[in-house]
């Protein structure tokens, strides 16, 4: 298959995680014999400095040229803290979902086996965490009328829903549902909000096309308090674009590292597939970034091209380095791996699949293969 994959690496470890995802996407297509061809654009705090905006037209067309987009990280200290400032790179962010229509933002919240002892949670209660979140990504209060009034004593920001909003994301998340354990929660604070209602009376609505998948209602507050209690008992999470927000990033937090997740942005003719984690500006060119989040990232893009051998051959070894301890520090602080020498372990058992015995100090030695 050929693909022309947009690069937006953008800024903080963007650049240097992404660079272990293009590698292992590089690996598939010379092992399953593809043709992806990448195109880097500029996007956030890195496209200010270059052409004075977070997301400029030539980034816009060249997203929409290609056949999707792979996306690194935003944001930039320079620019928080600043109440005032009109351009912020998370606007490049937020730009390209409207400019794409991206209406759902899809995050896998997976605890895996090997990093149980990882995870906040005890043991017991992470183990089995396989959570779905369909988080509306065009609408809600991110993209509601904001404003200040005149003397700038007060401020809003409006929440808006519609009907046809919530269903596309909400046949979504059902058919995803009904692939799984058959459980949707929606989250909302409908004793509450008007809003939530209508998302309320549209999911009940809906729920009658798809009759084995068992509906769950449960107000924001509580859902909170159920991730960290009993994370197992949710499948699919169905929920509006802030709520989604919080709760994706609480729910980040049991699996070890936020570093690991991986989420995909779909509309009905664009997709954007990026890991939830920020630009970890700190952590700049240190080699300490974990890639695996934007690894799977890229497996998820595999996948939304419904080449599953593919995105099965880097989950495969993103466990196998899980499995051998082949982690950055976040993950493994007695004997850590660089971000880019995980990138190198995953590329390279992508395309020696079979391989049993590996030599465990040539990969830390950083030499080119993994036998
Ligand atoms: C995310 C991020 C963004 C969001 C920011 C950077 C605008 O936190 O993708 O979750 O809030 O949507
Ligand atoms: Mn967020």
């Given at each position: 298959?050929?693909?022309?994959?947009?690069?937006?690496?953008?800024?903080?470890?963007?650049?240097?995680?992404?660079?272990?995802?293009?590698?292992?996407?590089?690996?598939?297509?010379?092992?399953?014999?593809?043709?992806?061809?990448?195109?880097?654009a500029?996007?956030?705090?890195?496209?200010?400095?270059?052409?004075?905006?977070?997301?400029?037209?030539?980034?816009?067309a060249?997203?929409?040229?290609?056949?999707?987009?792979?996306?690194?990280?935003?944001?930039?200290?320079?620019?928080d803290?600043?109440?005032?400032?009109?351009?912020?790179?998370?606007?490049?962010l937020?730009?390209?979902?409207?400019?794409?229509n991206?209406?759902?933002?899809?995050?896998?919240?997976?605890?895996y086996?090997?990093?149980?002892?990882?995870?906040?949670?005890k043991?017991?209660?992470?183990?089995?965490?396989?959570?779905?979140?369909?988080?509306?990504?065009?609408?809600?209060?991110?993209?509601?009328?904001?404003?200040?009034n005149?003397?700038?004593?007060?401020a809003?920001?409006?929440?808006?829903?519609?009907?046809?909003?919530?269903?596309?994301?909400?046949?979504?998340?059902?058919?995803?549902?009904?692939?799984?354990?058959?459980?949707?929660?929606?989250?909302?604070?409908?004793?509450?909000?008007?809003?939530?209602?209508?998302?309320?009376?549209t999911?009940?609505?809906?729920?009658?096309?798809?009759?084995?998948?068992?509906?769950?209602?449960?107000?924001?507050?509580?859902?909170?308090?159920?991730?960290?209690?009993?994370?197992?008992?949710?499948d699919?999470?169905?929920?509006?674009?802030?709520?989604?927000?919080?709760?994706?990033?609480?729910?980040?937090?049991?699996?070890?590292?936020?570093?690991?997740?991986?989420?995909?942005?779909?509309?009905?003719?664009y997709?954007?597939?990026?890991?939830?984690?920020?630009?970890?500006?700190?952590?700049?060119?240190?080699g300490?970034?974990?890639?695996?989040?934007?690894?799977?990232?890229?497996?998820?893009?595999?996948?939304?091209?419904?080449?599953?051998?593919?995105?099965?051959?880097?989950?495969?070894?993103?466990?196998?380095?899980?499995?051998?301890?082949?982690?950055?520090?976040?993950?493994n602080?007695?004997?850590?791996?660089?971000?880019?020498?995980?990138?190198?372990?995953?590329?390279?058992?992508?395309?020696n699949?079979?391989?049993?015995?590996?030599?465990?100090?040539?990969?830390?030695?950083?030499?080119?293969?993994?036998?």
């Open positions: 298959m050929k693909l022309n994959i947009a690069v937006l690496s953008g800024d903080g470890i963007g650049p240097e995680v992404t660079e272990q995802a293009v590698k292992a996407l590089d690996a598939v297509a010379e092992y399953y014999l593809h043709d992806f061809v990448f195109k880097e500029l996007v956030g705090a890195t496209a200010i400095e270059k052409t004075g905006t977070p997301l400029p037209k030539k980034t816009i060249i997203c929409k040229e290609c056949d999707t987009v792979l996306f690194g990280a935003i944001g930039d200290p320079k620019f803290n600043d109440p005032r400032t009109k351009i912020y790179p998370e606007q490049g937020l730009g390209l979902r409207n400019e794409l991206l209406y759902a933002n899809i995050r896998p919240v997976i605890v086996n090997y990093l149980l002892n990882n995870s906040p949670l043991p017991q209660n992470a183990r089995g965490t396989n959570i779905l979140i369909y988080r509306e990504l065009s609408a809600g209060l991110f993209y509601g009328e904001k404003g200040f005149e003397n700038e004593q007060q809003y920001d409006a929440c808006t829903y519609t009907v046809a909003q919530i269903e596309r994301i909400a046949h979504d998340a059902f058919k995803a549902a009904q692939g799984r354990k058959k459980k949707l929660t929606l989250v909302d604070k409908s004793n509450v909000l008007e809003t939530s209602r209508l998302w309320r009376r999911v009940m609505a809906m729920a009658k096309l798809y009759p084995n998948v068992a509906v769950e209602l449960m107000y924001v507050d509580q859902a909170a308090a159920k991730i960290i209690l009993n994370p197992k008992s949710f699919v999470i169905l929920t509006a674009n802030l709520i989604g927000d919080f709760i994706s990033e609480e729910a980040s937090a049991l699996v070890g590292s936020k570093g690991i997740m991986a989420s995909a942005s779909l509309g009905e003719k997709s954007l597939f990026e890991p939830i984690h920020g630009s970890y500006p700190v952590a700049t060119n240190k300490i970034a974990n890639p695996i989040g934007a690894i799977l990232s890229a497996a998820m893009l595999l996948e939304h091209f419904n080449l599953l051998d593919e995105a099965e051959a880097i989950k495969r070894s993103i466990t196998k380095a899980m499995e051998l301890n082949l982690t950055t520090p976040d993950l602080k007695q004997k850590p791996l660089s971000t880019e020498k995980i990138g190198d372990f995953i590329a390279d058992y992508i395309c699949p079979d391989l049993t015995n590996f030599n465990i100090e040539n990969i830390y030695l950083g030499q080119s293969t993994i036998i």
